[in-house]
């Protein structure tokens, strides 16, 4: 008899979750990724403004992150494509644009995801989180609201300065029922590692995918991000991320932290952080007087590449990220 494969579920969206399902890939799991849908910058903010369709970027990614054997090479090459130039498509990758047109010829935004996962030989699903049409809305601690997702990942510098003390979405939207029977049947659930409010939290707003993810019996791991990020998350410390996952959750039900062991930046890579007021996010853990104590698990995850922007790339992206195969295997250690 076959031992039927763990069912792995990834909530996210951005380089943070393409990182762990790189990893993941390789591994012998039934993989699904619940991917965010409230991107609003960049190539999206034409999609959606333009074309009037949902976002496609971090399905993109995902997409590619997955694409099997007979989807590498020049087909992910090409599906990340950015163009530098041109009159209206500078910035925009050849995949969103791929998945416009498909959506006109296939008259369908959903049947489009699924027919660009077949051509890609997607080994996984690829859910978004919802269909409804919504953006992101945060509300800092000084009472002003930012409406949209680019605006809360690239604030002002007033507005950065500010904490995030609510974040919800506009209009209210309802989970894609995929998405839920996705994490009601998991195994394991990983939440990041990725921007915080705007890849990871931005799914546990949507309607009924928090209360799915509290109640379902897998177990639960939060990756630790290695970096904070101005206006989102300025200072925080590693219980502060914790805190905020858990103030969205409503309540404490994560069983494991990944988090990196402590490290040092290279002085040029340090020198780029500070020109964007990021620092390493310090591991201030401590679950004593914690019961039950949520497992921590201090290991080497990051990755010795530094990440460098393709030319027509106009967004903020990390220098430094983590390592898909270390981080893998700590994973499925987990499994």
């Known amino acids: 008899m076959v031992k039927p494969k763990k069912k792995v579920v990834v909530i996210g969206g951005g380089t943070g979750t393409y990182t762990t399902l790189v990893g993941l890939r390789k591994y012998p799991i039934d993989i699904a990724v619940i991917v965010s849908m409230t991107d609003s910058g960049g190539s999206n903010r034409v999609i959606r403004d333009e074309f009037g369709l949902l976002p496609t970027s971090d399905l993109r990614q995902a997409m590619v992150a997955l694409a099997g054997k007979e989807g590498e090479d020049l087909l992910r090459k090409l599906f ?37 996962c077949r051509l890609l030989h997607v080994e996984g699903s690829v859910i978004p989180v919802t269909y409804d049409d919504a953006q992101l809305v945060a509300r800092y601690d000084n009472g002003k609201q930012v ?49 915080l409010y705007t890849s990871l939290l931005c799914n546990l707003v949507v309607g009924g995918v928090a209360k ?40 404490g039900i994560i069983q494991t932290i990944l988090i990196n062991k402590p490290f040092k930046l290279k002085r040029n890579i340090f020198k780029r952080y500070r020109e964007e007021k990021a620092e390493i996010v310090v591991d201030d853990l401590d679950f004593s007087n914690q019961s039950p104590k949520p497992k921590v698990i201090r290991a080497d995850l990051v990755s010795d590449l530094i990440y460098e922007k393709p030319k027509g790339d106009v967004l903020v992206r990390s220098l430094i990220r983590h390592d898909p195969d270390k981080l893998a295997k700590a994973l499925m250690n987990l499994v």
């Open 147 to 195: 409406m949209g997702e680019h605006h809360i990942d690239e604030p002002d510098l007033t507005t950065g300065q500010h904490r995030i003390v609510d974040l919800e979405v506009f209009p209210k939207s309802k989970a894609n029922p995929e998405a839920l029977e996705a994490i009601q049947n998991a195994d394991l659930i990983i939440m990041g590692p990725g921007d």
């Open 212 to 251: 799915t993810v509290r109640k379902s019996k897998a177990k639960k791991v939060f990756v630790m991000n290695l970096m904070t990020k101005f206006g989102q998350t300025t200072g925080f410390t590693a219980s502060d991320y914790l805190f905020e996952l858990y103030k969205y959750l409503s309540g």
């Open 80 to 116: 990340t494509y950015r163009y530098s130039q041109g009159t209206g498509i500078a910035g925009m990758t050849f995949g969103n644009l791929f998945m416009v047109a498909l959506t006109d010829i296939m008259g369908s935004q959903k049947e489009a995801i699924k027919e660009t």
